[in-house]
T-cell receptor, first 115, second 111 residues
Framework: NAGVMQNPRHLVRRRGQEARLRCSPMKGHSHVYWYRQLPEEGLKFMVYLQKENIIDESGMPKERFSAEFPKEGPSILRIQQVVRGDSAAYFC?????????????FGPGTRLLVL | EDKVVQSPLSLVVHEGDTVTLNCSYEVTNFRSLLWYKQEKKAPTFLFMLTSSGIEKKSGRLSSILDKKELFSILNITATQTGDSAVYLCAVEAFIDNDMRFGAGTRLTVKP
């Protein structure tokens, strides 16, 4: 069983461009979580999704950021018009059920660098 | 391939017990090992370990790293029900600040 896959592993964008980060959960997992890790800081929750539904987006900036988890295919975290402050490591985790019942499995992360 | 293995995967104890959680790793260009506690949303940072043999303490929690044997332990003494959580271990590498998480240990502390 392959683990949580994230791609790309590294992404370089210029200010104003769009960044698309993909997360393929473990097989059988229908819950996906996105986190951001800024340099020298801990993980910060961004959004929690189930298939085709956003359950909790309280940690996601209201503008420029969006997330989806379609019925088929990976979950996508999309950042429009990136700014330098978006440079961070973005981690995705998946679980078969909601977090309080099940352990999350983390992917290796995508490191976004905005020039 | 780099990997981080935590054991046990789950653990049930009673209040007042002492627990030891294990994290072993195989990571190229090791930089640091981090322990997190996850209850609801984002994992809460506990410790960062970079040097072998130096114990870090925070209240009833302590952790130590062995870079020769490639493992770390997290100790919790006099456990309380509030310690119930998933404890995650993650290892950072120097190259590209690569970070690998273990699968976590789910600790349940019963009254």
């Amino acid at each position: 069983n392959a683990g949580v896959m994230q791609n790309p592993r590294h992404l370089v964008r210029r200010r104003g461009q769009e960044a698309r980060l993909r997360c393929s959960p473990m097989k059988g997992h229908s819950h996906v979580y996105w986190y951001r890790q800024l340099p020298e800081e801990g993980l910060k929750f961004m959004v929690y999704l189930q298939k085709e539904n956003i359950i909790d987006e309280s940690g996601m900036p209201k503008e420029r950021f969006s997330a989806e988890f379609p019925k088929e295919g990976p979950s996508i975290l999309r950042i429009q018009q990136v700014v330098r402050g978006d440079s961070a490591a973005y981690f995705c985790a998946s679980s078969p059920q909601a977090i309080v019942q099940e352990t999350q499995y983390f992917g290796p992360g995508t490191r976004l660098l905005v020039l | 391939e780099d990997k981080v293995v935590q054991s046990p995967l789950s653990l049930v104890v009673h209040e007042g017990d002492t627990v030891t959680l294990n994290c072993s790793y195989e990571v190229t260009n090791f930089r640091s090992l981090l322990w997190y506690k996850q209850e609801k949303k984002a994992p809460t940072f506990l410790f960062m370990l970079t040097s072998s043999g130096i114990e870090k303490k925070s209240g009833r929690l302590s952790s130590i790293l062995d870079k020769k044997e490639l493992f770390s332990i997290l100790n919790i003494t006099a456990t309380q029900t509030g310690d119930s959580a998933v404890y995650l271990c993650a290892v950072e590498a120097f190259i590209d600040n690569d970070m690998r998480f273990g699968a976590g240990t789910r600790l349940t502390v019963k009254p």
